[in-house]
């Protein structure tokens, strides 16, 4: 690969541990990004959501959010309201920007798996209007080769493209990999990138270093402008990763509640504006506001 630039190694690895979720007792929740923006900019936090629901009871229900985007890829079952439902596979960013409420009712018994991601808004951005993207995973991106199928969401890596809209630039990519297969694969130096692991292990980087399953391993990074390469190997089981790559805003953020400011006073007046209805329900979002992929 010519000018490949810096090879990308694991710096830092991390296993979050799976504490009881808001949902109930049948919610797990994995904090993959958590409480650490100035190390992880521009991803704010990522939560790993299981749930095993085994009564008819809902759970869930409306809330708001403003100031950053969701970023949703549903790994198992289905999830949504009444204006989209997610199936295993698919792919959604919320863009909350100046405020939405959006509501995530799960009725019945219920099993699904759903990696959710708060990704911070260009300063400029913070409170552009709000829309929401759909991708489904039958037009998601996506390419096989030699042992490797990746499945592209955002961005553009492994000379594939999504039609997804960013405001900070992101790459979402879910990677299986056949026993002992390897993928290497050019990456913007600049960008912070972890891969989070989903089934088996891989060795990563010219030096080889292992991540198991559950574990995030963040990654090297290079200067703007420079060309990076990631190299994997799967080990002798297979493997599943979820890469997440985005461009640093370099900007500070407040963070209080559902809400994402530059200031305190900011995370006032969002939590007024929720109080007196000047939120509108996702649900009411304007055809322009809504893409479907």
């Known amino acids: 690969m010519e000018n490949q630039g810096i090879v990308r190694n694991i710096i830092s690895i991390k296993k979050p541990s799976a504490q009881p979720g808001f949902l109930g007792p049948d919610h797990t929740a994995r904090a993959v990004v958590y409480d650490e923006f100035a190390y992880s900019d521009p991803f704010i936090l990522l939560?790993?959501?299981?749930?095993?629901?085994?009564?008819?009871?809902?759970?869930?229900?409306?809330?708001?959010?403003?100031?950053?985007?969701?970023?949703?890829?549903?790994?198992?079952?289905?999830?949504?309201?009444?204006?989209?439902?997610?199936?295993?596979?698919?792919?959604?960013?919320?863009?909350?920007?100046?405020?939405?409420?959006?509501?995530?009712?799960?009725?019945?018994?219920?099993?699904?798996?759903?990696?959710?991601?708060?990704?911070?808004?260009?300063?400029?951005?913070?409170?552009?209007?709000?829309?929401?993207?759909?991708?489904?995973?039958?037009?998601?991106?996506?390419?096989?080769?030699?042992?490797?199928?990746?499945?592209?969401?955002?961005?553009?890596?492994?000379?594939?493209?999504?039609p997804v809209k960013n405001y900070v630039p992101l790459i979402v990519a879910d990677i299986r990999l056949q026993p002992g297969a390897s993928l290497a694969e050019s990456l913007s130096a600049s960008y912070n990138a972890f891969l989070y692991v989903i089934e088996g292990d891989v060795a990563v980087g010219d030096d080889g270093k292992v991540l198991n399953i559950n574990q995030i391993g963040w990654l090297n990074r290079g200067a703007t402008g420079e060309s990076s390469e990631l190299v994997v190997v799967a080990g002798a089981g297979g493997a599943r990763v979820v890469l997440y790559a985005g461009e640093p805003q370099n900007d500070s953020i407040v963070s209080h509640g559902p809400f994402i400011a530059d200031d305190q006073e900011e995370i006032k007046g969002l939590y007024s504006d929720f109080r007196h209805g000047k939120m509108r329900h996702v649900s009411t979002l304007s055809d322009g506001q809504r893409f479907n992929y």
């Open 47 to 162: 939560m790993d959501d299981f749930l095993d629901k085994k009564d008819d009871a809902p759970v869930g229900g409306p809330h708001p959010h403003a100031g950053f985007e969701t970023v949703s890829l549903l790994l198992e079952g289905e999830i949504g309201d009444e204006t989209h439902m997610m199936k295993q596979g698919d792919f959604q960013v919320m863009t909350a920007g100046s405020g939405i409420v959006h509501t995530e009712t799960i009725e019945g018994r219920s099993r699904m798996r759903l990696l959710q991601m708060w990704l911070n808004l260009p300063k400029a951005d913070r409170w552009t209007t709000p829309r929401v993207q759909d991708l489904a995973f039958e037009n998601a991106p996506s390419a096989e080769k030699n042992g490797v199928k990746t499945v592209l969401y955002s961005g553009s890596f492994a000379g594939l493209h999504s």
